[in-house]
């Protein structure tokens, strides 16, 4: 079985929040941050494949009209959320401008490419932009809201592994922080890949034995709440 590398990052915040989606197959609801997290992924990628950063006509048009197009794609989740599009398209004007600056500052760098999807026997994962540098491959995560490097670490170490499957030395990741888009190096060594197959093993296992893990991280908790069977045995 194939795991993606967002389960392998979920396994070191909540194990139970991941049993529900695998063993139950259960899923929580949409929220504002992934529709954010969504359009702004598709900013740093349309922003570096057309270079935004040195085509000061088309980096004016994103700006008036290209935000909206992106934000289009995500009407339907929108709409649903009730989310005030006015204020979202403000929060991505202003993102899409920190990211120019942080460009032409030399806060972060160019990828060679962007949204990669990669994959071998053990793993899945998009790899949000890859870099090379002195005949390595440095692939890059972007986040939302950046607040601890340990989950981030797992996902880029599932990406190290499946480039490394393919013929590529990885030995660092960049943890991309969209809020401010800074970008942070973080080492992806053999203890870090070694943590990446033993979750994978633990995964595995509890999918495998339907046996429920201890976690008390108040997230799962709102899954029991929200996706709790009724009498005729559906989700509520």
């Given at each position: 079985m194939k795991l993606n590398a967002s389960e392998i990052g979920a396994w070191k915040w909540c194990p139970r929040d991941l049993y529900y989606r695998k063993v139950e197959g259960r899923e929580m609801p949409p929220s504002q941050?992934?529709?954010?997290?969504?359009?702004?992924?598709s900013i740093y990628r349309e922003f570096f494949d057309r270079k935004l950063f040195s085509d000061h006509i088309y980096y004016k048009w994103y700006l008036e009209k290209g935000i909206d197009r992106a934000m289009e794609r995500e009407n339907g989740r929108i709409n649903k959320l009730g989310m005030?599009?006015?204020?979202?398209?403000?929060?991505?004007?202003?993102?899409?401008?920190?990211?120019?600056?942080?460009?032409?500052?030399?806060?972060?760098?160019?990828?060679?490419?962007?949204?990669?999807r990669i994959e071998n026997d053990d793993f899945i994962a998009r790899a949000d932009a890859l870099f090379e540098s002195n005949g390595e491959t440095i692939v890059g995560d972007v986040k939302i809201k950046l607040r601890s490097l340990d989950g981030v670490k797992l996902q880029l170490g599932v990406a190290a592994l499946i480039l490394e499957s393919q013929g590529k030395k990885v030995t660092?990741?960049?943890?991309?922080?969209?809020?401010?888009?800074?970008?942070?190096p973080v080492e992806l060594d053999e203890e870090v890949k070694k943590e990446v197959m033993d979750i994978r093993g633990k995964i595995l296992h509890m999918i495998e034995a339907k046996e429920?893990?201890?976690?008390?991280?108040?997230?799962?908790?709102?899954?029991?709440?929200q996706f709790v069977p009724d009498e005729s045995g559906s989700n509520g």
């Open positions: 941050n992934l529709v954010k997290g969504t359009v702004l992924h005030n599009r006015e204020k979202l398209r403000e929060f991505l004007l202003s993102s899409t401008q920190k990211l120019y600056e942080a460009h032409k500052n030399g806060a972060i760098e160019v990828p060679s490419a962007t949204e990669q660092k990741g960049y943890a991309i922080d969209a809020e401010n888009w800074k970008q942070f429920k893990p201890a976690c008390t991280c108040g997230r799962c908790e709102l899954i029991e709440m």
